[in-house]
């Protein structure tokens, strides 16, 4: 069975997970590097048709693009962003689904050639089709490319001009059945950064043989920590790992069903008031970044925090071992040199290995983490307004 021996599962008798109702969280985040090797395969099938669509839209110099989702799915964008700015030389935002129903206008003042990229699980949240109506309705020029792990979600099988829409869908591993999205959010992350970023000769192999060794060996650690009865955890990212350090926060409130309160912000926000939150019960966790420039500041707060909180309170995860070498510094093996944005991949699986441990040691049921229905897999009770203009 996946990251364990034969008869375990994250290091866990698979009976156990049944009983605690986690096992198909459990699953789907120790199935992450081979669901990774099947989107490579898949995004290399089928990379002549969308390249044909994306081509004639990436040589105009006046597109924007934006990705959109809500919830992880919004994060997915905002992961992807600055690496693709970086790599396309050009305007890409991450706009939520949420902000962009909420306030169409603003979200599109500008009447700019626009190519939307939905992300979604399941694409059947309300905001996802009606953020593509809306951007059709706002502007003049609007394609679509449509993310999705599900073939049958309404926003894969919406009736628009399919000559303005290209759906790029996911194995179905990756249409996540527990509550929390784990692959679904890497595998989405990323098809985004192969289909607009570009293929990379051997990245997903060397992303799945580090995200191997992360689940042999840090979902012991990740139980350790929740063992300790932190209520409170601190997610910090800077650049593109802010995006990070915003799902890792997520995934703590998810899956704890807000018994674990989680927070997160960049290296430098920390300072401007959110570092009133620390106290003996705040365990931080804090990514640095591969750029050089931007890590600087990363590693200033790691030696910040370790004058005033105890060493144990605060985890590290970076792709370079730390000198001196702490207990505490989870290493992310042959990821070097690496874009943030494909950091990120192997990065997330410590913050679902934590929010996995954190909810078993309070006694929640990962895969359904609100029985009694407060919060849904998929979004329900929100009302679409159309926009008159």
Not at 238 to 251: D, F, I, Q, V, Y
Request: charged content about 20%; glycine content about 8%.
């Amino acid at each position: 069975m996946a990251a364990g021996s034969m008869n375990t599962l994250l290091g866990h008798d698979p009976d156990y997970l049944r009983r605690r109702r986690a096992v198909d969280t459990s699953r789907e985040i120790a199935q992450q590097p081979a669901v990774w090797r099947e989107i490579d395969r898949m995004t290399a099938k089928s990379g002549a048709t969308t390249a044909a669509f994306l081509k004639p839209l990436l040589e105009r110099p006046d597109l924007r693009i934006v990705l959109t989702g809500a919830g992880t799915s919004a994060y997915v964008g905002e992961v992807l962003a600055p690496s693709l700015r970086r790599r396309l030389g050009r305007r890409v935002d991450a706009v939520a689904t949420t902000d962009i129903v909420a306030d169409p206008l603003a979200c599109f003042a500008e009447d700019v050639p626009t190519l939307l990229v939905s992300f979604a699980r399941s694409g059947n949240s309300p905001e996802s089709v009606t953020a593509t109506q809306l951007a059709t309705q706002v502007l003049t020029d609007c394609r679509h490319l449509v993310v999705t792990c599900n073939e049958q979600g309404r926003l894969a099988r919406q009736d628009t001009d399919r000559s303005t829409l290209q759906v790029l869908l996911l194995p179905e591993a990756a249409n996540d059945r527990g509550f929390a999205m784990t692959s679904s959010f890497t595998g989405m992350v990323l098809a985004g950064l192969l289909t607009l970023g570009g293929p990379e000769e051997g990245l997903v192999e060397r992303l799945a043989t580090s995200a191997e060794q992360i689940l042999a060996t840090r979902s012991a650690a990740a139980a350790d920590l929740a063992a300790r009865g932190y209520s409170r955890i601190v997610y910090l990212g800077s650049g593109t790992l802010h995006g990070l350090a915003r799902e890792s926060a997520l995934k703590v409130l998810e899956l704890t069903a807000g018994r674990a309160v989680a927070l997160a912000e960049s290296a430098l926000g920390f300072r401007h008031g959110p570092k009133s939150v620390l106290n003996d019960q705040t365990l931080v966790v804090s990514y640095e970044s591969n750029d050089p420039y931007t890590s600087q500041y990363d590693r200033d707060m790691v030696a910040e925090l370790l004058r005033v909180i105890p060493e144990r309170n605060l985890v590290t995860v970076s792709a370079h071992a730390g000198q001196p070498a702490r207990e505490n510094a989870w290493t992310l093996p042959g990821m070097a040199d690496v874009d943030d944005a494909a950091l990120a991949l192997p990065a997330v699986i410590c913050a679902q290995l934590i929010g996995l441990h954190f909810s078993l040691a309070l006694g929640r049921t990962p895969d359904n983490p609100f029985p009694g229905g407060e919060v849904n897999r998929v979004v329900q009770g929100a009302i679409m307004h159309p926009l008159r203009r």
